[in-house]
């Protein structure tokens, strides 16, 4: 899923990041540029980040249906 249309971040993005050791927001912000422009996503990224950091970057990005029809 999309998460930052701004700079084309997605969860899967969010996620590998957290696996990777980005261990507070900010330092995601400053990686990936989440959340810098607009600042619609900043409440969903914050969000996405928390799942990631509390499951170890373990979430699960699997595309939903609605994801798939639109593919």
Same mark, same amino acid.
Do not use: K, N, W
């Given at each position: 899923?999309?998460?930052?249309?701004?700079?084309?971040?997605?969860?899967?993005?969010?996620?590998? +990041?957290?696996?990777?050791?980005?261990?507070?927001? @900010? +330092?995601?912000?400053?990686?990936?540029?989440?959340?810098?422009?607009?600042?619609?996503?900043?409440?969903?990224?914050?969000?996405?980040? +928390? @799942?990631?950091?509390?499951?170890?970057?373990?979430?699960?990005?699997?595309?939903?249906?609605? @994801?798939?029809?639109?593919?």
């Amino acid at each position: 899923m999309v998460v930052c249309l701004c700079h084309r971040v997605t969860d899967r993005d969010i996620a590998r +990041a957290a696996r990777s050791g980005c261990t507070d927001y @900010e +330092a995601l912000q400053d990686d990936l540029r989440v959340g810098t422009s607009c600042g619609t996503c900043d409440d969903c990224a914050r969000e996405v980040f +928390a @799942e990631c950091s509390c499951a170890g970057g373990a979430f699960s990005a699997a595309p939903t249906a609605r @994801e798939l029809a639109f593919a």
